[in-house]
């Protein structure tokens, strides 16, 4: 400085250094740290750091809240604004005038808006997923042909499910071409005759190479498959929105394979061990079926069919019996109250005008009407309980040319095995008996 000029004040100082430093605007990539954002506070205070040096930064809150980027310690980001010098304190710090997420931040927000809109859309609906073949015949691949997930799922269903057909669609799964060649592989093997179930899968990865299972058009050539998809892509903790949409998320290619194939041994276990349920099973209905069985051939009213006819064969002498007592007994009222009617109108007849003879007259012939129909009315009664009687009666069956057959000891013979050729049997007819001696017992007809 030139000896005629005069000393500055350190107020000047930090004003002719604030107006320097804000001539500058610049773009800063770095690390957030120390980041403060406290409700009221009229500014969002942090710091951005590299490997070797620290920055202190402050941002107005109303230009933070317009940026749509929470800040986060350890987030990278990318700031553009200028220095400027805080002269109270004697301290300089770089005013943000807009914040973005920089490297595998902005690739996440990315990847965050894509989800949003699909989820909005419905395709991550659990209810819209399908469930998975238990036992597929034919199962397809869409993966690298290079990689190690290819080997993995290979040995894991070699292992598991032998029996199974595996159809492999070998595609770019990192690179520019790789979502273009992941949706044809898709298409491909999910229209390929017989197959019931798909697998896509990578290998473990940076968060950059696993983007391609990131693409909107990936995570609808998922959702556009004709069978279910089974994704296995990166390791445990890697989640893509080819997973979120997939009918099932597995959280490695060999998991994947697991998921689609049964396990043989396992099968088997439970296949030796539901055919023992079923024979067992079998086995009690058997045994119950013989026990009814038995019971029921050890009835009475299987044993000796006139059993069944014995009460209603009672009940009939019954009601007959009734009926032969009842109308004689009846009529006898009747023919006793007719007779003194009778001496009654005698007695009185003569002094009867002609009227009271005429309404006499009149009331003998109803009351002879009346007898005449009572007698019709029961002897019909009797008329059809008698040949109900008839109907139910051994010996009208008998009477229709039936016989029945008699061993010595007096039991029906009811089968042709019950005796042999020379035994004696007894024959019962409509009228008489029969003493018989059996030359043939016939075949089973």
């Not at 001539?23 to 120390?34: K, L, M, N, T, W």
């Not at 954002?37 to 107005?60: H, I, N, Q, R, T």
């Not at 499910?161 to 070998?170: D, Q």
């Amino acid at each position: 400085m030139p000896p005629t000029e005069r000393a500055l004040s350190v107020a000047d100082a930090m004003s002719l250094a604030k107006g320097a430093l804000e001539q500058v605007r610049i773009r800063v990539v770095g690390e957030v740290s120390g980041a403060t954002v406290k409700p009221g506070y009229k500014a969002v205070y942090f710091s951005l750091k590299d490997e070797s040096a620290l920055m202190p930064c402050l941002m107005w809150r109303d230009v933070y809240d317009g940026c749509g980027v929470a800040l986060t310690d350890g987030q990278l980001v990318e700031i553009t604004g200028f220095f400027t010098a805080y002269a109270p304190k004697g301290r300089m710090q770089f005013q943000a005038r807009s914040v973005v997420a920089a490297g595998e931040g902005a690739l996440r927000i990315q990847v965050a808006e894509i989800a949003r809109r699909l989820e909005v859309e419905g395709l991550m609906d659990p209810a819209r997923k399908r469930p998975l073949p238990r036992f597929p015949g034919r199962i397809g691949l869409v993966t690298s042909p290079r990689g190690k997930a290819v080997h993995d799922v290979i040995r894991t269903l070699g292992r598991r499910y032998p029996s199974a057909e595996l159809v492999i669609a070998g595609v770019a799964v990192e690179g520019d071409s790789a979502v273009g060649e992941i949706v044809r592989g898709l298409a491909a093997v999910g229209s390929c005759p017989g197959v019931e179930v798909v697998i896509l899968a990578r290998g473990g990865g940076s968060y950059e190479d696993l983007m391609p299972f990131n693409a909107e058009a990936v995570a609808r050539a998922v959702v556009a498959c004709p069978v279910p998809v089974v994704t296995g892509i990166g390791h445990e903790p890697d989640t893509s929105i080819a997973d979120m949409v997939a009918d099932m998320r597995a959280s490695t290619p060999t998991a994947a394979a697991e998921a689609v194939a049964p396990d043989r041994d396992e099968v088997a276990r439970r296949l030796d061990a539901t055919g023992r349920m079923l024979g067992s099973a079998l086995s009690c209905r058997v045994t119950a079926a013989a026990h009814r069985l038995n019971l029921l051939s050890h009835r009475p009213v299987l044993a000796d069919p006139i059993v069944v006819l014995e009460t209603q064969k009672q009940m009939l002498d019954v009601l007959a019996g009734t009926l032969e007592r009842a109308l004689p007994a009846r009529l006898e009222r009747q023919r006793e109250s007719i007779r003194r009617a009778a001496e009654s109108l005698v007695r009185v007849g003569p002094r009867l005008g002609e009227r009271e003879r005429v309404a006499l007259a009149r009331g003998r012939e109803r009351a002879a009407g009346a007898g005449r129909v009572l007698l019709a009315q029961t002897g019909g009664v009797l008329g059809a309980a008698a040949a109900r009687l008839e109907d139910l009666s051994p010996l009208g069956i008998l009477g229709r040319g039936f016989a029945v057959c008699y061993e010595e000891d007096g039991a029906v013979v009811r089968d042709r095995t019950q005796v042999v050729p020379g035994d004696r049997v007894r024959v019962r007819l409509a009228r008489g008996r029969l003493g018989c001696v059996v030359e043939d017992t016939g075949s089973e007809e």
